[in-house]
């Protein structure tokens, strides 16, 4: 039986809503680089269900339900309408939730992810058994400090710092909850419903991704009409290992369509 929650989320700003939803075994939080853009929106930040300070059940977590959180939060929040983006896991939330509230979407920002999460099939392979060990907690900080290394993240001082803060709040999350969002998202597949989406979108792809091919962000700006697409040099995590870039892309877009 699922369970409905209430997250826990982060806000700044007085502006119109921009809703930043954060990538696998992360939080609201993954996105401080992000916070310039406060000074014109108003940024909400939320955990995912079974992440950050969120409510942890050990049930399975489906995209509809993850989309359904996110709705419950904005219902909570008196917002209406909001531009809703998301990153790797979290543009698949988005995605979901665009599909099922259209109403409530200004515009759609998607980040470093795919309508269907065979793109990242490989390292969701690798993480379900992960989280099924007994020492899973551990397994993940490892495997993050991996990740961050190998991207050259920790070679300056913010982006070690932000590795640093990054681990630490991993004591916050449950390796049997993670799992449980992670299965439930096995199966995503809504590519044949990309002509639904008729908001403006923009859509931002790293050249050099390893997790998510950029020929899924190919894809789904061919599918979404009148989407446009951004290419920048960088792995997996645009708006982390290029967030001046990253920013201004998305600032651009949203001038471009009257914000």
């Known amino acids: 039986m699922t369970e409905n929650v209430d997250l826990h989320y982060y806000t700044i700003g007085d502006g119109f809503p921009l809703v930043l939803i954060h990538g696998w075994c992360s939080d609201g939080l993954s996105y401080v680089l992000q916070l310039p853009l406060a000074y014109k929106y108003r940024l909400i930040l939320p ?148 002509s639904e989406i008729n908001v403006p979108t923009l859509i931002i792809a790293g050249k050099r991704d390893l997790v998510v091919a950029p020929q899924y962000s190919e894809e789904m700006h061919k599918r979404i009409v009148g989407s446009e697409y951004v290419v920048l040099d960088t792995d997996h995590g645009s708006p982390f290992f290029r967030p001046d870039e990253w920013n201004k892309a998305v600032q651009n877009f949203l001038h471009r369509i009257g914000h």
């Not at 531009?83 to 665009?98: D, P, Y």
């Open 47 to 194: 955990d995912l269900r079974g992440q950050g300070k969120s409510p942890k059940p050990q049930t399975k977590s489906s995209p509809e339900l993850l989309a359904s959180d996110v709705n419950r939060l904005l219902e909570k929040l008196s917002v209406e309408k909001a531009i809703i983006c998301g990153g790797s896991f979290g543009g698949m939330v988005a995605l979901q939730f665009v599909l099922d509230y259209p109403e409530e979407v200004e515009a759609l920002i998607l980040s470093d992810t795919a309508s269907t999460s065979a793109a990242a099939a490989q390292f969701m392979s690798g993480c379900i058994p992960m989280l099924s060990a007994p020492n899973a907690s551990e397994m993940l900080k490892e495997m993050l400090s991996q990740l961050a290394s190998g991207s050259g993240m920790t070679s300056s001082p913010v982006g070690s710092m932000l590795i640093e803060a990054s681990l630490e709040r991993m004591a916050d999350i449950d390796p049997v909850s993670l799992l449980e969002v992670t299965k439930g998202m096995e199966g995503f597949d809504v590519t044949h419903r990309l």
